[in-house]
């Protein structure tokens, strides 16, 4: 399955595409859009929600686009 997948991944023009990656931005992709993390759990087929949680840490995109949402101003009032 790796090689099929790193195989077809190539074809599209990414690279390191592994089942896990997929399967970790399915997870990343479903707390993104506000799915609840019960659910995502049991998308994920966890049994434990701690499991889950490492879906919840931002990457640093996600903390470039929460910084880019400050509404900066020359005014400090």
Do not use: I, N
């Not at 790796?2 to 997929?22: C, F, I, K, N, W």
């Amino acid at each position: 399955m790796q090689h099929l997948v790193a195989r077809y991944g190539r074809l599209a023009g990414l690279e390191g595409v592994t089942p896990h990656s997929l399967r970790h931005t399915f997870g990343k992709s479903l707390v993104d859009a506000g799915v609840s993390l019960d659910r995502v759990a049991k998308l994920m087929g966890h049994d434990r929600l701690d499991t889950t949680k490492v879906y919840t840490t931002p990457s640093a995109g996600d903390l470039a686009v929460a910084v880019e949402r400050v509404a900066w101003t020359d005014d400090p009032a």
